[in-house]
């Protein structure tokens, strides 16, 4: 079963955002001979959109820097906060901006709302909406994230009839297809075979929904086909939408490990890795042969920090596991960097080294969670392995490399050959705090106690994520 774990909040939205505010921006400097500025603003937005937010966030300071005032730069900080999980920062720093430059406070209502929402404070969340909803009607996203509110909460009439207020040709592919799937769970869909959708992967998507809306409306059948809705909501990620289909086949208590182990999907895709946990445990009670529901289980021990718990989850792991579920194995590493889970992630590595010990993405993350954790122990090898496949590297890749194996050799052999190594890190990725961090160590080696202090802070700035380990 390949179901992927959604990772980030990233959408189209903020891409097509994105460009348009650099066109505006560049319109507005044109105007206005703003010199260089320009240039800040393509560099910071071109870094905000491939996620490299350490970067992005300081050229935008630069910005507010020479223009305090500047609207857009601002707005971008905020959402730098947001994206690096730090929604209580981005409300302050939002309502600060408010305050201090006497911002029109419609201009930030919806990034003030995305941060309720992540934030799980509902009530806030739904109050921003539909302040905003009064003036901009057709904001799609806003749409979408009460839709999703009323989702998690269970509120499935409600859903449906939120939706059904909004003229649907204002919709595109994606919020169209939301409601499609609104109304067959709801049971008000007639003519399905009407709706065309210009998205092919939409379209085929439906289609395959389409082909389960039979079995879906007979109540013999209705677990077949919420089963086989579900399951499709799953493989293209519409999480918030897969979760009343899986209550569904819990309801009619049949297949049962299906739907805790689906549910649980939803639930950790949309943050609730507690409800998460719950419901692999239950699948995994009714099945205690399915490798799936013993994979999430460990994932949410990880998530959840349970350190107490994940040595049973991976022995339990181990008894079943294929190795078939490989690769499965390297999806909760790539989570577990992804929101810097290294000290319970590198676990993987030794339980099961006969799995992860020649795929080239797991012995890069072995080399990363363990530097991490302060343990360098036999990295050299790996390192040096991974630059001698290095076409498969990025620069920031490299630059981390380049900064854990400098300072092994600056401790253990050199310490100037280390600190050279690390400074080609940095020439490679100027924004690296794994390079400012072991920099930072390599002066302490140096008894250079001034610059450990301006590196170590430097790479304590520029962790947004906070993924080494600070004093």
């Known amino acids: 079963m390949n179901i992927k774990i959604k990772l980030a909040n990233n959408s189209l939205w903020a891409v097509v955002l ?53 609207l857009l730069a601002n707005i971008r900080i905020s959402e730098i906060l947001t994206k690096v999980r730090k929604y209580d920062l981005s409300i302050d720093y939002l309502n600060n901006l408010v305050k201090q430059h006497n911002i029109d406070e419609n201009l930030i209502k919806q990034q003030l709302a995305e941060n309720y929402y992540y934030k799980k404070d509902y009530i806030k969340a739904e109050e921003l909406i539909n302040a905003t909803l009064i003036t901009n009607k057709n904001n799609l996203f806003l749409i979408e994230m009460m839709l999703n509110i009323n989702l998690l909460q269970g509120r499935y009439l409600d859903a449906l009839t939120f939706i059904s207020t909004f003229d649907e040709s204002i919709f595109d592919d994606h919020l169209l297809f939301y409601k499609r799937i609104i109304q067959i769970y709801n049971n008000v869909l007639e003519k399905s075979s009407d709706t065309n959708f210009k998205d092919k992967t939409i379209q085929n998507l439906f ?3 389409e082909n389960n809306l039979e079995d879906y409306k007979l109540a013999d059948k209705k677990v077949f086909g919420a089963t086989n809705i579900c399951f499709e909501l799953l493989q293209y990620n519409y999480f918030e939408l897969s979760k009343p289909f899986a209550e569904d086949i819990i309801t009619y208590n049949n297949y049962m490990d299906y739907g805790y182990f689906y549910k649980g999907l939803s639930a950790l895709s949309t943050d609730y890795p507690l409800l998460a946990e719950e419901l692999f445990k239950q699948s995994f009670v009714v099945k205690d042969t399915n490798p799936n529901s013993a994979l999430m289980l460990v994932l949410t021990n990880i998530v959840l920090d349970q350190s107490d718990q994940i040595d049973s989850s991976l022995e339990q ?48 993350f072995r080399v990363k969670f363990n530097a991490i954790n302060g343990n360098f122990d036999n ?37 100037f050959a280390g600190k050279e190594l690390i400074m080609q890190g940095i020439e490679l990725d100027e924004y690296s705090h794994f390079c400012y961090y072991f920099l930072s160590k390599v002066n302490l080696l140096q008894n250079d106690n001034l610059s450990y202090d301006i590196n170590y802070s430097k790479a304590k700035e520029i962790d947004l994520f906070q993924e080494l380990k600070y004093e």
Do not use: C, M, W
């Open 207 to 209: 289609l395959k929904i």
């Open 18 to 70: 994105s460009i348009a505010l650099v066109v505006f921006v560049l319109f507005d400097a044109s105007k206005n001979n703003r010199g260089n500025t320009d240039n800040l603003y393509i560099n910071a937005e071109n870094a905000f959109v491939i996620g490299d937010y350490s970067k992005s966030k300081e050229l935008f300071e630069q910005i507010i820097a020479d223009n305090p005032k500047d």
């Open 379 to 415: 990295l050299l090898g790996d390192i040096n392995r991974l630059f001698a496949e290095s076409h498969y590297l990025n620069d920031k890749q490299k630059a981390l490399l380049l900064s854990i194996k400098g300072y092994i050799i600056a401790k253990d052999t050199n310490v």
């Open 317 to 364: 792991l181990n008894k079943i596991i294929t190795p078939d579920e490989k690769y499965k194995l390297i999806e909760i590493l790539k989570y577990s960097n992804q929101y810097q889970k290294s000290t319970l992630g590198k676990k993987l590595f030794d339980k099961f080294p006969q799995y992860l010990s020649d795929d080239l993405t797991a012995v890069y």
